[in-house]
């Protein structure tokens, strides 16, 4: 997918050529589907994988707000979340909400504060 972004150089300006070499901004997903740029990967993304996408998002959204991996027992909060964001039209706002009021969210600031209390 890192393709598709090439055009971008390190700081965001759009470039043409690398090295003097003209950019190739074409891939194509483990899915077959075919891309050329960010516009392109975006409407697959959106229009073909979203709850793949979502998925991923949670979950990574998951791991760096509890500081930890995933473990077995958070794959049904991740669903229900997916789930949620079906419903509310994947607004991402809602995602980070979802994200917020989990039970692996909240058990983990409990956790961390009875930890800190106890040294």
């Not at 891309?35 to 994988?49: A, I, M, N, P, S």
Request: glycine share 6%; aromatic share 10%.
């Amino acid at each position: 997918m890192g393709f598709a972004m090439e055009h971008y150089d390190a700081v965001g300006r759009w470039r043409d050529t690398d090295n003097n070499q003209a950019i190739d901004a074409t891939g194509k997903l483990l899915t077959g589907q075919a891309f050329d740029g960010v516009e392109q990967l975006r409407k697959v993304l959106v229009k073909d994988r979203k709850n793949d996408f979502t998925k991923c998002l949670v979950e990574n959204l998951l791991i760096y707000s509890t500081g930890r991996g995933l473990e077995y027992s958070d794959k049904l909060f991740v669903k229900q979340m997916v789930q949620s964001a079906e419903q509310n039209g994947y607004k991402f706002q809602d995602i980070i909400f979802s994200v917020i009021e989990s039970a692996p969210f909240q058990k983990m600031r409990v956790n961390q504060t009875k930890k800190k209390a106890e040294k």
